[in-house]
Structures are given as C-alpha cells and as structure tokens.
C-alpha cells in the first residue's frame, strides 16, 4: 500500500468511528490524567510545605559563642555556593522611645546579611522607599508605636528613621527578634550570634558556620541550634520527593497506557487478520494503527497536558514549569506504552486466526 493510502484509511477509520478513538480519548483523560494529576499535587504540596518550612526560619541555623564571631567571616560565608544568607547579631544598647518613657526597647544590632534573610522568614515585609538608613520594628512593636516604613520615631537619643517593618510570628522560633528594634551595623568587630541559612536544607553543611569563630573561644562556650525547631531539624526535597506515595506513578501510567493500546487494536484483531489475507502488508497495516492510535492518544495528552498545567500552578508558593514537566513525563510514559501495546498485538495477530476470530465474533 501507498503512503497515502494508508493515512486516509486511517483517517476513514477515525472519522467513521471504527477506532472508537471517542471512548479512548475519555478513558486515557480519565485514567491517565488522574494518575498524573495526583502526582503533581503530591509534589506541589512538598514544595509548599518546604516553603512553609523555610518560611517559619527552619532553615537557618544559629551559632552562639558570646563576643566570639567575627563578623566579617560570619558574612564571608554567604559569598559561597554552600550557603544562601549568612549574617551576625549581637545585642545592642537599649533604646527608650520618647512616647514610652518607661519602657525600654531591646535593640538587636545585624549585619547586612541578617536583613536578606527578613525577606524569607519574617513575611510580610514592608520596606521604606527612602535611602536614608534608619531601623528596623517588629510588627508588634510598629502597631504600639504607631510607626510605619519611611516615619520617624523620636527617641531620648533623638530622632531615628523607620525603614522597615518585619513580622515575627510565634511560631516556634527563637524570641530574639520577636519584639525589638534592629539597626543594621558594618560587619566589622564581634558579634554573639552567626545566623546561616541553607537552602535546600543539607545537614551536611550546618558546621560551615563554625569558620565564624574567631579562635580565641572554648568549645564549651558554643553553642548550635535552630532558629525554629518545631517542623523538624531537616526539609530535604530530594528525599521527600524520592519517597512521596506517587512515586510509582509513572510505572502506572505505563501500565494502564499499553492496556489502552492493546485493548484498542485487539477490539479489531479481525481487521488485521482480513488486511493480511487480503495480501496486505504487515508494515502498512502496522503504520495504519499507529497513526490511529497516536492521533486519538496525542489528543487525549494535550487535553491532560492543559490540565496538568492548572494543577501544577496551583497553591504553589514556587509556580515554575518544573513540576509540570514531570507531569508530562508521566504523560510521556503512558503514551509510550500505549504505542508499544499497538506493536505487540499487531506483531502477534496472523492470517491463520482469521476463521477463528470470525467464529468468536
């Protein structure tokens, strides 16, 4: 048979309804798309809880060693690949508001790098437009004070800027900067805490921050900890996603693909073993129900693929197409098998089973 010959057989096939493409497009959407769209959720709730977890500051570790850290290595670290925020802390001298007189404010004195990481694990931030350098409130300390970013506060000590208001929730982190005042200091001179953040979490790498000491400090005098410890010491991802409960959902989609494809062509066993007494060729019979079957199953994986591109994107605090395309490999996998399931039954059905398939229709 002629190339053309074959399409358009094809094509009379699928438009007659004799390779009830209709009903295999539902089944593949149905069962496919499930399988898929439920491995996608998994791991879009892995990617949210992550962020939940670094969010909450589970992520950063904090080394302690009074007047010990030297804050020039302490913000060194952030310049390597191993480490994405690294900052030092110390206690600073209190600082009385003139609104509150009788209340003094503990004021945290920070690095640069400290404040990179308010972004992450002190959400919402609110950030003044202005340049000039001013402090730090927490949120509950602003609503007492009536402050707000680009306002100032007047203090005993004079007027200061607000340049910024953070959030710290009680939820299980360390209190230190839950209601307090941060003015951000150059990084020379000695701190009391070295705060790093790494991300993806890697337990491997929490004694990096050890290259902050400065040398002179005994070891009993040290002391490591999370800055939130109540989601677990340890977020890793790649775990996580190795060990999620729709790992195997790839190998179902395989599965359940080569059963719609073998099922779709054996349903017309009869047709083939026809072609073949008929003297037609194996090879066009066999181009004829791959096209058939790739036309009605690539539909059936662009309408998933629609779907999957919702579900992907959906609560996911990190919307990349990362997750999608996983989706799409699961895709991939059934359409793949569903190809093959055509292969073997068209491979194994011969023109010596005709008078049998005629008997049992």
Not at 24 to 40: K, N, P, Q, R
Request: with cysteine; proline share 3%; glycine share 8%.
């Amino acid at each position: 048979m002629r190339a053309s010959s074959v399409g358009s057989e094809s094509l009379r096939n699928l438009l007659s309804g004799t390779t009830r493409a209709v009903i295999f497009v539902l089944v593949f959407c149905v069962s496919i798309g499930v399988v898929a769209s439920v491995d996608v959720r998994m791991m879009v709730s892995i990617v949210r809880d992550a962020a939940q977890f670094r969010a909450a500051g589970a992520s950063v570790q904090v080394l302690k060693a009074q007047e010990s850290i030297d804050g020039r290595r302490c913000e060194a670290l952030a310049h390597t690949d191993a480490l994405l925020h690294a900052g030092a802390i110390r206690r600073g001298d209190s600082l009385q508001i003139a609104s509150l007189p009788t209340s003094w404010i503990t004021v945290i004195e920070v690095t640069p790098g400290v404040l990179g990481m308010l972004s992450t694990i002190a959400q919402p931030v609110k950030v003044s437009t202005n340049d000039v350098l001013g402090v730090w409130l927490s949120a509950d300390l602003a609503e007492v004070l009536g402050a707000a970013p680009g306002r100032v506060i007047q203090t005993t000590s004079g007027p200061v800027m607000v340049s910024g208001v953070y959030t710290w929730p009680n939820d299980g982190r360390s209190r230190d900067l839950g209601y307090s005042v941060i003015a951000s200091v150059p990084s020379s001179g000695l701190f009391e805490q070295c705060w790093t953040e790494i991300w993806p979490s890697d337990q491997t790498l929490n004694g990096l921050s050890y290259m902050a000491l400065n040398g002179s400090v005994q070891h009993s005098q040290i002391e490591t900890k999370q800055l939130n410890s109540s989601l677990g010491v340890s977020d890793d991802l790649e775990v996580l996603y190795g060990n999620r409960l729709t790992a195997y959902a790839p190998w179902v989609s395989t599965a359940i693909g080569f059963g719609l494809g073998y099922v779709s062509v054996r349903l017309r066993r009869l047709e083939i073993a026809s072609a073949l007494h008929a003297r037609v060729g194996r090879v066009a019979i066999m181009w004829q129900y791959l096209i058939e079957t790739l036309i009605w199953a690539s539909g059936a994986c662009l309408i998933i693929a629609a779907g999957l591109l919702w579900v992907s994107f959906v609560d996911n605090p990190y919307p990349d197409w990362m997750i999608w395309r996983a989706g799409l490999r699961i895709l991939g996998a059934g359409l793949s098998a569903c190809i093959l399931g055509v292969v073997v039954v068209v491979s194994t059905t011969f023109e010596k089973h005709l008078f049998r398939f005629s008997k049992d229709r």
